[in-house]
């Protein structure tokens, strides 16, 4: 009887070979097969997922506003004084000495100083007649005292009959007289008064002033030379505030009156604080614009004429603006979906701002409109 030795599957040498006829190879054939079998379920379910999210869901309905077009300007300008006068002479003479240079602040001391030498004879020569008729208001004044003294001893003698009517009216007479005389000489001195005064201010107007704090900006004379009344001497400035002249547009003008009564510009890049001083009436025709003067009370920096001064104004601009997204641009036809319409409304773009186009308004595309991504949306 023959003797067969059972050899387990995986057991003993690893290296031995499967011998034919064995049960060795078909217990490996069967592992595959349950292998594969279950790939395939896993990929079945895969595919099936993947039909279940292909399909098609209804989104909801976007929706845009139809708001009115505006863009950011800057306005430039260069500021100014906010005062400008020109200092002229009152009076004829040589002009003596100027007491401030192009760009000194004027203070307390005059601007100029015109020869007075003329003006001081005719004062002297008034104050002399002045002393005379001084001395001849002493002298009437003690005659009517005499006669008056005169007359009361003719009016006593008469009184008495001891003289007559004739020489008592005679002493009334001259007292009369003398007391007339009195009153034309003080009216007199008080005509010599008028014109002392009058020839004291003349003298005071040679010395020429200016408005204290404002800056010499031009001389328009030089020292010696003989100026006349009404000449120019010079031009001085009040920088003390400084204000920006500008021309704007009815739209623009209207952004800046939106920022009311203070707002911020930039004067050489640097913040300020800036106002409105003032807006003509008028209407320059010509250039269809506005003039307007805006003013800066501290400039923070040393006031001059010349510094570079920028105002962003966000102003109306004719048009609407819509989202670039509302709109489908097909064959160079743009066109919006109004909320509840059924056939696109045609749109004419006027230009474009950042991701929105600036449209023409037309009945159909008003501020507050609801555009949709498509004819017959809903919005949510």
């Avoid at 004739?166 to 008064?193: H, N, T």
């Amino acid at each position: 009887m023959k003797t067969q030795q059972i050899i387990p599957h995986g057991a003993g040498n690893t290296g031995q070979r499967d011998v034919p006829g064995s049960d060795t190879p078909r217990l490996k054939k069967i592992h595959f097969k349950t292998i594969d079998g279950m790939s395939g379920i896993v990929l079945c379910l895969v595919f099936l997922t993947a039909m279940v999210l292909a399909v098609p869901t209804r989104t909801m309905a976007q929706t845009w506003l139809v708001e009115k077009a505006f863009k950011e300007v800057n306005l430039r300008g260069y500021t100014r004084s906010i005062k400008t006068a020109v200092i002229s002479a009152e009076v004829t003479g040589k002009l003596l000495r100027l007491n401030y240079d192009v760009g000194d602040v004027i203070g307390k001391e005059d601007l100029a100083r015109i020869d007075p030498t003329f003006v001081d004879f005719e004062i002297k020569s008034t104050r002399v007649a002045l002393e005379q008729i001084k001395i001849r208001i002493k002298k009437i004044t003690s005659r009517i005292t005499f006669l008056t003294r005169e007359f009361q001893r003719k009016e006593t003698l008469f009184a008495k009959g001891r003289t007559t009517e004739v020489i008592r009216d005679a002493a009334a007479q001259e007292l009369d007289q003398a007391v007339l005389e009195l009153g034309a000489i003080r009216q007199e001195e008080r005509s010599l008064a008028v014109t002392l005064d009058q020839l004291e201010e003349k003298k005071a107007r040679h010395g020429v002033r200016g408005p204290e704090k404002w800056v010499l900006t031009e001389k328009k004379v030089e020292v010696g030379e003989v100026v006349q009344a009404g000449m120019p001497l010079a031009v001085v400035q009040d920088f003390t505030q400084l204000v920006v002249p500008l021309a704007v547009s009815a739209d623009e003008l209207e952004g800046i009156l939106e920022k009311k009564n203070s707002f911020t510009g930039l004067l050489e890049d640097h913040p300020v604080q800036v106002g409105v001083d003032h807006i003509s009436p008028e209407f320059d025709e010509t250039t269809r614009k506005i003039r307007i003067q805006l003013i800066i009370p501290d400039a923070g920096m040393p006031h001059r004429g010349g510094l570079r001064f920028m105002l962003p104004v966000r102003c109306r601009i004719p048009g609407m603006k819509i989202p670039s997204v509302a709109v489908v641009n097909r064959y160079a036809n743009p066109r919006v979906f109004v909320k509840g319409g059924e056939e696109p409304t045609p749109i004419t773009i006027l230009d474009t701002v950042g991701e929105d186009f600036i449209v023409a308004e037309t009945a159909g595309i008003q501020a507050g409109t609801l555009l949709t991504d498509g004819p017959g949306e809903k919005a949510p």
